[in-house]
């Protein structure tokens, strides 16, 4: 008998993404983006700040751990006056892991949902399945 674990996936042939770099996806308000011990060590290492420096500019405290502040307008601090990302060779796991993030890939729809919101799913390179599941398991 086949368990729900092993089923093959509805993206099992692999799917498409390729950033249009639009910045969407970094903008508010709402949404959380977490960080690890680590990667606050790595990003305020990159703008040569102290952990403690970058955590009293750019962290909240939040009941399921710590987040990026958000900037006035509600978009992440990082996002610049050109729509990228300041901090993109140091950016957080959950920035690095988008689109592969399994609320993204319970179902199809869970899927197009997404991609209202996304411009790059659905476009251009397609990812395979063990570059998909490689990233889904990165958990943040
Ligand atoms: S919303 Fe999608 S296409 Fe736009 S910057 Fe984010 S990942 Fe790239
Ligand atoms: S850290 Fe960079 S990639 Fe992540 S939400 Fe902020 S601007 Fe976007």
């Known amino acids: 008998m086949i368990t729900p674990d092993q089923r093959v996936p509805w993206y099992y042939q692999g799917l498409c993404f390729q950033c ?47 987040a990026l502040v958000d900037s006035r307008s509600g978009d992440c601090p990082f996002l610049n006056g050109a729509g990228r990302c300041a901090i993109y060779h140091a950016r957080p796991v959950q920035c690095r892991t988008w689109p592969w993030w399994r609320e993204n890939l319970t179902s199809p729809e869970a899927w197009e949902s997404a991609a209202r919101r996304c411009p790059g799913m659905g476009r251009h390179e397609r990812h395979s399945l063990f570059i998909i599941e490689t990233e889904a398991a990165k958990d943040f």
């Not at 770099?21 to 308000?29: D, E, K, Q, S, T």
């Open 20 to 66: 249009q770099g639009c910045g969407a996806c970094c903008r508010g308000p709402g949404g959380y983006v977490w960080i690890s011990p680590d990667e606050i060590t790595e990003i305020a290492g990159a703008l040569g700040m102290s952990d403690e420096e970058f955590g009293y500019k750019y962290l909240r405290r939040t009941p399921t751990g710590l």
